[in-house]
């Protein structure tokens, strides 16, 4: 069982910056892959980033690669995901959140077992 927080959210001006950090409570930290959520109001959940247990693999959906980075430091048990050139079509709860232990971080939610409680993140235009 791991517990995961998030932090780091907040209201920015459009072409903004927030780096979002994800603390997990456990000591096996460096076992579990890590996704990046989002959800905006009425709509899906969605993928946004995720990164493999050592952080040398990551993946970003389409919409934001170039603006967002997906990083982790396993020896402090935390994963920071930056958000660079925001837009307000960014505006969601963003939430962190891992698959079981030693599973690949894959792209749907129904992948992952382990939620964050969400942070907002709202960038107006």
């Known amino acids: 069982q791991v517990q995961l927080v998030e932090s780091g959210g907040g209201l920015v001006q459009a072409g903004g910056s927030l780096r979002l950090t994800c603390a997990a409570s456990?000591?096996?930290?460096?076992?579990?892959?890590l996704g990046w959520f989002r959800q905006a109001p009425g709509k899906d959940r969605e993928i946004v980033a995720a990164i493999s247990w050592s952080g040398g693999a990551t993946y970003y959906t389409d919409s934001v690669k170039g603006r967002f980075t997906a990083s982790r430091v396993n020896p402090k048990n935390t994963a920071y995901l930056q958000m660079n050139g925001l837009k307000p079509e960014d505006t969601a709860v963003y939430y962190c959140a891992a698959p079981p232990p030693g599973a690949v971080a894959g792209i749907r939610s129904d992948e992952y077992h382990y939620w964050g409680q969400g942070t907002q993140v709202t960038v107006s235009s």
């Open positions: 456990t000591p096996t930290f460096s076992s579990y892959a």
